[in-house]
Protein backbone atom coordinates (compact mmCIF):
# COMPACT_ATOMS: atom_id res chain seq x y z
CA UNK A 1 0.00 0.00 0.00
CA UNK A 2 1.70 3.55 -0.69
CA UNK A 3 0.30 6.62 0.64
CA UNK A 4 1.46 10.30 0.02
CA UNK A 5 4.82 11.16 1.93
CA UNK A 6 4.30 14.54 4.19
CA UNK A 7 4.89 17.74 2.40
CA UNK A 8 3.87 16.34 -0.83
CA UNK A 9 0.54 18.18 -1.96
CA UNK A 10 -2.70 16.46 -1.02
CA UNK A 11 -5.92 17.15 -2.48
CA UNK A 12 -8.59 17.91 -0.24
CA UNK A 13 -10.23 15.33 1.92
CA UNK A 14 -13.89 14.54 1.53
CA UNK A 15 -17.06 12.89 2.27
CA UNK A 16 -16.36 10.99 -1.10
CA UNK A 17 -12.91 10.31 -0.09
CA UNK A 18 -13.95 8.57 3.12
CA UNK A 19 -15.97 6.27 0.74
CA UNK A 20 -12.63 5.91 -1.41
CA UNK A 21 -10.74 4.38 1.32
CA UNK A 22 -13.34 2.04 2.61
CA UNK A 23 -13.68 0.56 -1.11
CA UNK A 24 -9.61 0.60 -1.76
CA UNK A 25 -9.23 -0.53 2.11
CA UNK A 26 -7.25 2.06 2.16
CA UNK A 27 -7.16 2.70 5.92
CA UNK A 28 -8.94 6.30 6.96
CA UNK A 29 -6.66 8.64 9.89
CA UNK A 30 -8.34 10.99 12.35
CA UNK A 31 -7.25 12.20 15.11
CA UNK A 32 -8.76 15.05 17.43
CA UNK A 33 -7.71 18.88 17.77
CA UNK A 34 -8.74 21.99 19.80
CA UNK A 35 -7.51 24.99 18.62
CA UNK A 36 -5.50 26.38 15.37
CA UNK A 37 -2.04 25.32 16.59
CA UNK A 38 -3.15 21.52 17.21
CA UNK A 39 -5.06 21.49 13.75
CA UNK A 40 -2.62 22.95 11.74
CA UNK A 41 -0.05 19.72 12.91
CA UNK A 42 -2.57 17.32 12.77
CA UNK A 43 -3.42 18.56 8.88
CA UNK A 44 0.36 19.14 7.86
CA UNK A 45 0.71 15.48 8.90
CA UNK A 46 -1.26 14.22 6.65
CA UNK A 47 -4.26 12.94 8.92
CA UNK A 48 -7.78 12.32 6.72
CA UNK A 49 -9.96 14.08 9.64
CA UNK A 50 -9.50 16.05 12.02
CA UNK A 51 -12.52 15.94 14.72
CA UNK A 52 -13.47 18.71 17.14
CA UNK A 53 -14.07 16.40 19.79
CA UNK A 54 -16.03 17.16 23.09
CA UNK A 55 -13.36 15.06 24.60
CA UNK A 56 -11.87 18.57 24.82
CA UNK A 57 -14.33 19.12 28.15
CA UNK A 58 -11.96 17.14 29.76
CA UNK A 59 -8.76 17.11 28.00
CA UNK A 60 -7.93 21.34 27.58
CA UNK A 61 -11.18 22.30 29.90
CA UNK A 62 -10.79 20.01 32.61
CA UNK A 63 -13.62 18.83 33.21
CA UNK A 64 -14.90 15.12 34.56
CA UNK A 65 -16.91 14.22 32.04
CA UNK A 66 -18.15 15.76 28.50
CA UNK A 67 -21.42 16.95 29.54
CA UNK A 68 -21.20 20.55 30.54
CA UNK A 69 -19.89 21.66 27.27
CA UNK A 70 -21.98 24.23 25.41
CA UNK A 71 -22.68 24.32 21.66
CA UNK A 72 -20.99 28.25 21.60
CA UNK A 73 -17.83 26.94 23.47
CA UNK A 74 -17.51 24.19 20.77
CA UNK A 75 -17.90 26.88 17.99
CA UNK A 76 -15.18 28.40 20.20
CA UNK A 77 -12.71 25.84 19.37
CA UNK A 78 -14.17 24.62 16.18
CA UNK A 79 -13.35 28.06 14.42
CA UNK A 80 -9.82 27.87 16.00
CA UNK A 81 -9.25 24.59 14.24
CA UNK A 82 -10.57 25.94 11.54
CA UNK A 83 -8.02 28.15 10.82
CA UNK A 84 -4.83 25.46 10.79
CA UNK A 85 -6.71 23.01 8.09
CA UNK A 86 -5.97 23.28 4.73
CA UNK A 87 -6.55 19.53 3.66
CA UNK A 88 -8.25 17.78 6.56
CA UNK A 89 -12.05 17.24 6.41
CA UNK A 90 -13.34 19.37 9.77
CA UNK A 91 -15.43 17.56 11.99
CA UNK A 92 -17.26 18.86 14.92
CA UNK A 93 -18.74 17.22 17.87
CA UNK A 94 -22.30 18.05 18.60
CA UNK A 95 -22.22 18.73 22.67
CA UNK A 96 -24.81 16.66 24.82
CA UNK A 97 -27.99 18.40 24.57
CA UNK A 98 -27.51 20.40 21.37
CA UNK A 99 -29.80 17.58 19.64
CA UNK A 100 -31.13 15.34 22.67
CA UNK A 101 -34.41 17.74 23.06
CA UNK A 102 -36.41 19.07 19.84
CA UNK A 103 -35.11 18.43 16.86
CA UNK A 104 -35.69 22.13 14.79
CA UNK A 105 -33.49 22.98 17.70
CA UNK A 106 -30.89 20.15 16.77
CA UNK A 107 -30.73 21.17 12.96
CA UNK A 108 -30.50 24.55 14.05
CA UNK A 109 -27.62 23.40 16.28
CA UNK A 110 -26.03 21.74 13.19
CA UNK A 111 -26.13 24.97 10.79
CA UNK A 112 -24.46 26.89 13.43
CA UNK A 113 -21.37 25.12 13.11
CA UNK A 114 -21.24 24.90 9.58
CA UNK A 115 -22.33 28.71 8.92
CA UNK A 116 -20.23 30.34 11.70
CA UNK A 117 -17.63 27.36 12.37
CA UNK A 118 -16.79 25.86 8.78
CA UNK A 119 -17.51 22.50 9.83
CA UNK A 120 -17.61 20.05 7.09
CA UNK A 121 -20.00 17.26 8.81
CA UNK A 122 -21.01 17.04 12.38
CA UNK A 123 -20.80 14.06 14.82
CA UNK A 124 -24.00 12.70 17.06
CA UNK A 125 -23.79 10.26 19.90
CA UNK A 126 -26.46 7.33 19.50
CA UNK A 127 -27.71 4.42 17.32
CA UNK A 128 -31.26 3.93 16.22
CA UNK A 129 -32.91 6.05 17.96
CA UNK A 130 -31.06 9.39 16.36
CA UNK A 131 -31.83 7.92 13.11
CA UNK A 132 -35.17 10.23 11.75
CA UNK A 133 -32.70 13.14 13.81
CA UNK A 134 -29.46 12.53 11.14
CA UNK A 135 -32.47 12.40 8.09
CA UNK A 136 -33.14 15.83 9.26
CA UNK A 137 -29.89 17.19 9.21
CA UNK A 138 -29.08 15.43 5.71
CA UNK A 139 -31.80 17.24 4.95
CA UNK A 140 -29.83 20.76 5.64
CA UNK A 141 -27.31 19.69 3.27
CA UNK A 142 -25.31 18.54 6.84
CA UNK A 143 -23.14 15.43 6.22
CA UNK A 144 -23.52 13.46 9.73
CA UNK A 145 -21.10 10.91 11.49
CA UNK A 146 -22.51 8.48 14.03
CA UNK A 147 -20.97 7.08 17.17
CA UNK A 148 -21.64 3.89 18.86
CA UNK A 149 -20.39 1.86 21.55
CA UNK A 150 -19.26 3.45 24.59
CA UNK A 151 -20.85 7.31 23.86
CA UNK A 152 -19.17 9.53 26.57
CA UNK A 153 -22.59 11.36 26.69
CA UNK A 154 -24.04 8.59 28.47
CA UNK A 155 -21.59 8.07 31.04
CA UNK A 156 -24.21 8.24 33.50
CA UNK A 157 -26.50 5.94 32.16
CA UNK A 158 -23.70 3.28 31.44
CA UNK A 159 -22.46 4.00 35.27
CA UNK A 160 -19.19 4.90 34.02
CA UNK A 161 -16.69 5.31 30.60
CA UNK A 162 -16.87 0.86 30.33
CA UNK A 163 -16.25 -1.23 27.08
CA UNK A 164 -19.87 -2.02 25.64
CA UNK A 165 -21.10 -4.78 23.59
CA UNK A 166 -19.98 -8.12 25.37
CA UNK A 167 -23.04 -9.82 26.15
CA UNK A 168 -25.08 -11.29 23.44
CA UNK A 169 -28.16 -9.02 23.83
CA UNK A 170 -25.74 -5.73 23.59
CA UNK A 171 -24.12 -7.15 20.19
CA UNK A 172 -27.19 -7.61 19.11
CA UNK A 173 -28.24 -4.12 19.54
CA UNK A 174 -25.12 -2.40 18.69
CA UNK A 175 -25.73 -4.39 15.12
CA UNK A 176 -29.21 -2.92 14.94
CA UNK A 177 -27.80 0.26 15.98
CA UNK A 178 -25.37 0.78 13.02
CA UNK A 179 -27.61 -0.47 10.47
CA UNK A 180 -29.62 1.98 11.17
CA UNK A 181 -27.20 4.97 11.28
CA UNK A 182 -25.78 3.50 7.95
CA UNK A 183 -29.73 3.28 6.78
CA UNK A 184 -30.24 6.89 8.12
CA UNK A 185 -27.30 8.13 5.85
CA UNK A 186 -24.61 8.72 7.37
CA UNK A 187 -20.95 9.21 6.22
CA UNK A 188 -19.16 7.54 8.70
CA UNK A 189 -19.78 5.82 12.14
CA UNK A 190 -17.23 5.85 15.22
CA UNK A 191 -17.32 2.59 17.26
CA UNK A 192 -16.02 3.27 20.63
CA UNK A 193 -14.84 1.04 23.11
CA UNK A 194 -16.46 -2.32 22.02
CA UNK A 195 -14.58 -5.84 21.63
CA UNK A 196 -13.17 -6.12 18.04
CA UNK A 197 -14.70 -8.81 17.06
CA UNK A 198 -18.09 -6.62 17.38
CA UNK A 199 -16.48 -4.00 15.56
CA UNK A 200 -15.42 -6.36 12.75
CA UNK A 201 -18.53 -7.56 11.76
CA UNK A 202 -20.15 -3.88 12.39
CA UNK A 203 -17.38 -2.87 9.79
CA UNK A 204 -18.17 -5.67 7.14
CA UNK A 205 -22.17 -5.28 7.46
CA UNK A 206 -22.45 -1.41 7.06
CA UNK A 207 -21.40 0.71 3.59
CA UNK A 208 -20.00 3.41 5.43
CA UNK A 209 -16.25 3.61 6.89
CA UNK A 210 -16.28 2.88 10.47
CA UNK A 211 -13.47 4.92 12.34
CA UNK A 212 -12.34 3.14 15.57
CA UNK A 213 -11.38 4.22 18.83
CA UNK A 214 -10.61 1.45 21.41
CA UNK A 215 -12.62 -1.24 18.70
CA UNK A 216 -9.60 -3.43 17.27
CA UNK A 217 -7.73 -3.35 14.08
CA UNK A 218 -10.92 -4.16 12.17
CA UNK A 219 -12.01 -0.96 11.43
CA UNK A 220 -11.71 1.24 8.19
CA UNK A 221 -10.36 3.82 10.25
CA UNK A 222 -8.74 4.80 13.74
CA UNK A 223 -9.26 7.71 15.65
CA UNK A 224 -7.32 8.82 18.55
CA UNK A 225 -6.98 11.96 21.37
CA UNK A 226 -4.30 14.42 20.22
CA UNK A 227 -3.42 14.93 24.05
CA UNK A 228 -3.55 11.01 24.46
CA UNK A 229 -1.09 10.30 21.71
CA UNK A 230 1.18 12.69 22.74
CA UNK A 231 0.66 12.28 26.28
CA UNK A 232 -0.40 15.56 27.64
CA UNK A 233 -2.58 14.08 30.21
CA UNK A 234 -2.21 13.51 34.02
CA UNK A 235 -4.23 10.60 33.85
CA UNK A 236 -3.00 6.74 33.23
CA UNK A 237 -4.04 6.13 29.68
CA UNK A 238 -6.89 3.77 28.79
CA UNK A 239 -5.73 0.08 27.40
CA UNK A 240 -6.20 1.40 23.30
CA UNK A 241 -3.83 4.16 23.74
CA UNK A 242 -0.57 4.32 22.27
CA UNK A 243 1.51 6.95 23.18
CA UNK A 244 4.14 8.83 21.03
CA UNK A 245 5.67 10.92 23.23
CA UNK A 246 5.82 11.81 26.89
CA UNK A 247 4.54 15.29 26.22
CA UNK A 248 3.96 16.13 29.50
CA UNK A 249 7.43 15.04 31.08
CA UNK A 250 9.30 17.30 28.28
CA UNK A 251 6.92 19.88 28.74
CA UNK A 252 7.56 19.96 32.80
CA UNK A 253 11.14 20.00 31.82
CA UNK A 254 11.65 22.75 30.25
CA UNK A 255 9.46 25.18 32.24
CA UNK A 256 11.87 24.09 35.16
CA UNK A 257 14.68 24.86 33.03
CA UNK A 258 12.71 27.96 32.26
CA UNK A 259 12.15 28.89 35.83
CA UNK A 260 15.97 27.89 36.48
CA UNK A 261 17.57 30.14 34.35
CA UNK A 262 15.14 32.98 35.04
CA UNK A 263 16.21 32.79 38.55
CA UNK A 264 20.42 31.93 38.12
CA UNK A 265 19.98 34.92 35.58
CA UNK A 266 21.58 32.78 32.75
CA UNK A 267 18.28 34.05 31.06
CA UNK A 268 17.91 36.38 29.13
CA UNK A 269 21.59 36.62 27.47
CA UNK A 270 23.36 39.53 25.86
CA UNK A 271 22.14 37.82 22.36
CA UNK A 272 18.77 37.54 23.11
CA UNK A 273 18.32 41.48 24.33
CA UNK A 274 17.59 43.99 22.08
CA UNK A 275 20.15 46.88 21.22
CA UNK A 276 20.33 50.41 20.50
CA UNK A 277 22.73 51.56 17.13
CA UNK A 278 26.01 51.89 17.64
CA UNK A 279 24.79 55.68 16.36
CA UNK A 280 22.40 55.99 18.68
CA UNK A 281 24.49 54.75 22.14
CA UNK A 282 27.42 57.18 20.92
CA UNK A 283 24.67 59.96 20.84
CA UNK A 284 23.59 59.04 24.25
CA UNK A 285 26.67 58.86 26.00
CA UNK A 286 28.19 62.21 24.49
CA UNK A 287 24.90 63.61 26.34
CA UNK A 288 25.14 61.58 29.75
CA UNK A 289 29.13 62.85 29.49
CA UNK A 290 28.57 66.70 29.10
CA UNK A 291 25.55 66.55 31.48
CA UNK A 292 27.90 64.74 33.55
CA UNK A 293 30.36 67.84 33.09
CA UNK A 294 27.70 70.71 33.78
CA UNK A 295 26.44 68.78 37.35
CA UNK A 296 30.36 68.93 38.14
CA UNK A 297 30.75 72.94 37.10
CA UNK A 298 27.69 73.57 39.40
CA UNK A 299 29.32 72.16 42.28
CA UNK A 300 32.18 73.68 41.73
CA UNK A 301 31.05 76.86 41.68
CA UNK A 302 28.95 76.09 44.83
CA UNK A 303 31.87 75.34 46.59
CA UNK A 304 33.47 78.81 45.76
O1 LIG B 1 -14.78 13.62 21.65
C1 LIG B 1 -14.00 12.80 21.17
O2 LIG B 1 -12.78 12.96 21.25
C2 LIG B 1 -14.58 11.61 20.51
C3 LIG B 1 -13.74 10.41 20.17
C4 LIG B 1 -14.39 9.57 19.12
C5 LIG B 1 -12.33 10.52 19.97
O3 LIG B 1 -15.73 11.63 20.27
Known sequence: MSFTPIGASRPKITVSTLQEKKSRHEPITCLTAYDYWGARLVDEAGIDMILVGDSLAMTVLGQENTLSLTVDEMLHH???????????????????????????????????????????????????????????????????AGHIGLTPQSVNRMGGFKVQGKSLSDIERLMRDAVALDRAGVSCMFLEGIPREVAEMITSEVGCPTIGIGAGPGCDGQVLVFHDILHLTFEPAAKFVRRYMDGAREI?????????????????????????????????????????????????????
Not at 265 to 283: F, G, I, M, N, V
Not at 284 to 300: C, D, F
Open 78 to 144: VRAARRGISNALLLADMPYGSYHLASDEAVRNATRFVKEAGAEMVKIEGGEKRADLIRRILDAEIPV
Open 252 to 304: SQAIEAFRADVLTKDYPADTESYHLSPETRQAIETLLERKGAMRGRRSMNTVE
